[in-house]
C-alpha cells in the first residue's frame, strides 16, 4: 500500500511538473508570435538612433553664418587623398623626374599589377610593347605617340605625368590612385628596358 501511496505522489509531482514545462512552453510561444519586425517596440533616446534631416542650404542657428552647408576646415585633405608637392609645370615635371622615386618594393606582384593596369589605362595609346603603336595610333586618331626608349624617363617622371598628363595625354589621377601609378611605372621602366636593348 504504501509503494502505490508513493507511486501516485511521484506521478503526480511528475505530471505537476510537465503541466508546469508546457506552460512555460506555451507562454514563450505566445510571447515570440506577438513580435513584429516591422514595428520595433520602444525606442529610448530616438533622436540618437534617427536624426534629424537638415537642408543643405537651409536657414540654421546652429553656426554663425546661418546656413547648415559650411566649408571644411582649412588644411583638410580628403580621406584618402595623399599630397604631392610637385607642381604641374615643367619645373614641376623636372624635379619629379629627378627626385621622386617610388615606395614599393620592386617585386613581381606589383610589376603584375602594374602589366594589368597599363593594359587598361596606357596601351591604347602606347602600344602593349610601349612602342607608342596602340591601336588609337595605328587608327590615326594621334599621332606622334612616342616609344618609350625615345624619352629619357624615370619613376618620378611617368608618375608625374599620370598625375597631371602632358602635351596630349591628360591627367590619369582620377582613375588611378597613388599606388596605382607607382605600379604602371614600374612597368613602364620595365618595357622601356625591353625596348632599348
Known amino acids: 500500500m504504501y509503494c502505490i501511496l508513493k507511486y501516485m505522489i511521484i506521478k503526480k509531482l511528475a505530471m505537476r511538473k510537465n503541466f508546469t514545462f508546457m506552460v512555460l512552453i506555451l507562454l514563450c510561444l505566445i510571447t515570440v508570435s506577438c513580435f513584429d519586425s516591422s514595428k520595433p517596440n520602444y525606442q529610448f533616446f530616438p ?8 537642408g543643405t542650404y537651409d536657414e540654421s542657428d546652429a553656426f554663425k553664418n546661418g546656413i547648415e552647408a559650411q566649408l571644411p576646415v582649412e588644411g583638410t585633405i580628403p580621406r584618402g587623398w595623399i599630397p604631392y608637392e610637385f607642381g604641374d609645370t615643367n ?62 624617363i624615370s619613376e ?36 622601356r628596358k625591353k625596348l632599348v636593348k
Open 156 to 191: 618620378g617622371s611617368i608618375y608625374h605625368v599620370l598625375m597631371y598628363g602632358k602635351n596630349l595625354m591628360g591627367s590619369h589621377a582620377s582613375q588611378v590612385d597613388s599606388k596605382e601609378r607607382w605600379q604602371i611605372s614600374q612597368y613602364v621602366l620595365s618595357l
Open 47 to 54: 533622436n540618437m538612433y534617427e536624426s534629424v534631416g537638415y
Open 91 to 152: 619645373e614641376g615635371y623636372d624635379l619629379a623626374k629627378n627626385t621622386l622615386f617610388s615606395p614599393l618594393v620592386k617585386d613581381e606582384k606589383n610589376l603584375a599589377k602594374g602589366k594589368e593596369l597599363y593594359a587598361i589605362y596606357c596601351a591604347v595609346c602606347h602600344g602593349s610593347k610601349g612602342d607608342g603603336q596602340g591601336i588609337l595610333m595605328t587608327r590615326e586618331k594621334f599621332l606622334g605617340i612616342p616609344s618609350y626608349a625615345d624619352r629619357d
